[in-house]
């Protein structure tokens, strides 16, 4: 039994086998799985999913691969948890968390790469790629290492060493390109073009992406099954929006959860926003642009999927909105202060506008509301680096102690500490 | 060799016939494949078929003219 029938064109429709293509022969639109979802929902139950292991093959079913051979390093099923302390700081009261900094390479992309590379070896490749500047490089090079694979990641030369050693480590074969941000993009372009290797986010892209449906369908069901009424989804490309929306949609159409009302709305920072411009302006056409903002993970000039994330946004009612560098870093700060939970600049965009839609009246207070957070802080320390507590140093001594103490003390700082009693912080 | 490209135009070229203005200074056959216009932007996906430097060449006088020059998948890149 085949559960993939084709790909089909997001454009003209057109239908070609499921093989390594991303764009349609006839029109050059973008290309799609296309189910057999009859017998899909002749075969799943929330009974069959609940029984299996907490990561995201448990929704094999519905992923692109044929066989039950993954490779699989545990991710998804990540945290989820109703809101501590930053939901009653926003004046939310169904806010939830989910938190996909956790997965095995910290990021959200080893949903991706793991679909990816499963398919990339049903398709024959022995030699997987990705033109990356962080996260996909470090998920590609981990899953290529343990399925291996042959792996070239492609980065900008000048990225951070942070970020290349989160890559080099698992020993892939790194190539730094010498140039802006359009010559890296041209060339690899034509490097996918010319050499046959599983490029996973080029001619793979079809599969790939459809491994981010997985966080529609883990929020549905660790929500109880059933659909929230608001998601603020950080965007780069706008494929992880467009896929979370479609697996709730799936969800909805195999009668896992009862009905589907969710808004879905799209949050990136102000540097680097060509969607959310095109939500604003109500335009169909995503107008490039170059990125300047510290959110270099969501910094996409030209989206792939800009123009389905707008209809998606659209569609379901949602609103775009922007955070400029400041409301991304206190993002990050508010995050970790009231969840403890340490992310990078996107999920501190994410935050930023859950922000700005509660204040600007949004989201309601009594919407069930989830915020995703995609990836790590650990990854990019350097951009919260000078906004962050610093120690006071002092000598080994009892009395420089009691001194300092006195001195916080004094200045209120110990009290002003817990800021979530602070009226200072408290929003009117 | 025939190869795809994307096109964006911006608003103060979408009024200029930019592609018939190429096809008479660069010898390559072209042939529109998808187009989307407004009066703020325009996108065109167009098909060249010509020599590998006719083609370059034709890409570079698009891009001086002020055109942005894709490949068709977009980024590629990703964070």
């Known amino acids: ?428 | 060799m025939k190869q795809a490209i994307d096109l964006i135009f911006p608003k103060n070229l979408i009024q200029d016939p930019i592609i018939y203005q190429m096809s008479k200074e660069v010898p390559v056959v072209f042939n529109i494949r998808r187009a989307k216009v407004t009066e703020k932007v325009g996108e065109i996906v167009l098909e060249l078929e010509g020599s590998e430097n006719e083609l370059n060449a034709a890409k570079k006088w698009l891009e001086n003219r002020g055109i942005k020059v894709e490949p068709i998948t977009h980024d590629t890149l990703e964070g």
């Open chain 1, 1 to 428: 039994m085949k559960k993939i029938k084709a790909l089909k064109c997001k454009e003209c429709g057109q239908e070609s086998p499921p093989i390594a293509k991303h764009v349609c022969e006839f029109c050059f639109g973008p290309l799609e799985v296309v189910y057999d979802y009859e017998w899909i929902s002749s075969v799943i139950s929330k009974e069959k999913i609940a029984s299996r292991p907490h990561n995201l093959w448990r929704y094999w079913e519905l992923l692109p691969v044929e066989g039950q051979q993954v490779l699989s390093l545990n991710e998804g099923f990540t945290p989820f948890w109703k809101s501590r302390n930053l939901g009653k700081f926003l004046g939310l009261k169904n806010l939830y968390i989910k938190n996909d900094a956790v997965n095995p390479t910290f990021s959200f992309k080893d949903r991706v790469v793991s679909v990816a590379l499963t398919r990339s070896r049903e398709l024959g490749f022995d030699v997987v790629a990705c033109a990356s500047t962080g996260n996909l490089a470090g998920a590609v090079a981990a899953y290529g290492a343990v399925g291996c694979f042959k792996t070239f990641v492609f980065i900008p030369a000048d990225l951070e060493m942070g970020k290349v050693v989160g890559a080099g480590v698992y020993d892939p074969i790194i190539v730094g390109i010498k140039g802006n941000y359009d010559e890296v993009n041209r060339l690899c372009a034509e490097v996918a073009d010319i050499f046959h290797w599983a490029f996973v986010n080029v001619n793979i892209r079809p599969y790939y992406a459809e491994g981010s449906k997985t966080l529609g369908f883990e929020v549905a069901e660790q929500l109880g099954w059933r659909a929230p009424d608001h998601v603020v989804v950080p965007v780069a490309s706008g494929s992880l929006l467009t896929k979370i929306y479609k697996g709730m949609s799936e969800f909805h159409q195999l009668g896992l959860i009862p009905e589907l009302h969710t808004k879905i709305s799209a949050a990136q920072a102000q540097g680097c926003a060509p969607v959310v411009t095109a939500i604003k302006e109500h335009s169909e056409i995503i107008k490039p642009v170059i990125p300047k903002t510290i959110a270099k993970s969501i910094a996409i000039g030209n989206p792939a999927d800009g123009y389905y994330a707008v209809k998606t946004v659209e569609k379901t009612h949602g609103v775009g909105e922007w955070a400029t560098d400041e409301e991304i870093i206190e993002g990050i700060r508010l995050l970790a202060k009231t969840e403890g939970v340490f992310t990078e600049t996107a999920g501190g965009t994410t935050i930023a506008v859950l922000k700005k839609l509660k204040e600007s009246g949004k989201i309601a207070s009594d919407e069930t509301v989830v915020a995703f957070i995609t990836g790590n802080g650990f990854k990019t320390q350097e951009s919260v680096q000078d906004h962050i507590s610093k120690p006071y140093i002092i000598e080994p001594r009892l009395n420089e102690f009691r001194e300092l103490y006195e001195s916080l003390v004094k200045s209120k700082q110990v009290e002003e500490h817990n800021f979530l009693k602070n009226p200072a912080y408290q929003i009117k």
